[in-house]
């Protein structure tokens, strides 16, 4: 059957087997292991003196024992590497605790089954916030600076804005000039009334007067010129004037009166 051979010399009779068997459905040992053409049954026992198989990508080769437990040593004892911003790393191996711990102010951490949550609280306490791009505060909502300042506001430009203190100083400086203007031209009003108050008219019937008169209040100047004229009769008195202050400003009047 290609297996086993058999010679005959003189009288002798011989069975070879061959170097290479050949079977078609399995090679068995009674009541232990047996190769079939589905792969090997061990029987319960030890597959002994294996060589190193191949251990890469790809590889159908069977590895022994000592490969399997350098392997795995090798995996067991490679430690997690864990990394901040700050501060010195720590590697940590299979069996050691990893404590993941807030700030005790602004970040908190919780473990709940197989969940570590770490959260920010509501409200938060820092030293500064830089913002790169936009901060809203919601409708209703305010901000409490605790007595301190706002550094670098920006030109209000619209209404509802906030203004910095430069435009508040120039604002309060245009009005303090307002303010001061109208004290000004005030001032020349009342030197006006008084030069108009000094200025002489006629008192002979049929006659006439021109009259001149000034005024000063509170730094303020005024010049007033005056016309008065008294009927033949003595009965009617007719009068005008007309004022000039140093603040450019003008005024006139006239009266008529009746004398009986």
Do not use: C
């Not at 079977?23 to 060589?51: C, F, Q, W, Y």
């Not at 399997?68 to 911003?85: C, K, L, N, W």
């Amino acid at each position: 059957d290609g297996n086993i051979s058999i010679t005959k010399k003189d009288n002798q009779v011989n069975f070879n087997l061959s170097d290479s068997v050949k079977v078609k459905e399995s090679i068995g040992i009674e009541n232990g292991p047996s190769l079939t053409r589905t792969g090997i049954d061990g029987a319960g026992m030890k597959i002994t003196n294996v060589a190193d198989g191949v251990i890469a990508a790809g590889s159908k080769d069977a590895v022994n024992g000592g490969q399997i437990h350098d392997f795995v040593s090798g995996e067991v004892t490679r430690p997690i590497t864990f990394a901040a911003d700050s501060g010195i790393s720590y590697d940590a191996r299979l069996g050691t605790t990893v404590n993941v711990k807030g700030d005790d102010k602004n970040i908190r951490t919780t473990v709940s089954g197989n969940t570590l949550s770490v959260s920010m609280n509501e409200n938060i306490n820092v030293k500064s916030i830089t913002a790169t791009e936009s901060l809203s505060v919601a409708s209703g909502a305010s901000v409490d600076m605790g007595g301190n300042a706002i550094h670098n506001v920006g030109n209000a430009t619209r209404p509802g804005d906030a203004v910095n203190y430069g435009q508040f100083q120039q604002a309060f400086s245009s009005l303090g000039n307002q303010i001061n203007r109208v004290e000004r031209r005030a001032n020349a009003g009342a030197a006006a009334a008084i030069a108009t108050a000094g200025l002489t008219q006629a008192y002979i019937p049929g006659k006439s007067m021109m009259s001149m008169s000034g005024g000063t209040f509170q730094g303020e100047s005024s010049l007033a010129i005056g016309l008065s004229t008294i009927s033949d009769n003595g009965n009617w008195v007719l009068k005008g004037s007309f004022s000039s202050t140093t603040r450019n400003q003008t005024g006139a009047s006239v009266g008529v009166g009746f004398q009986f």
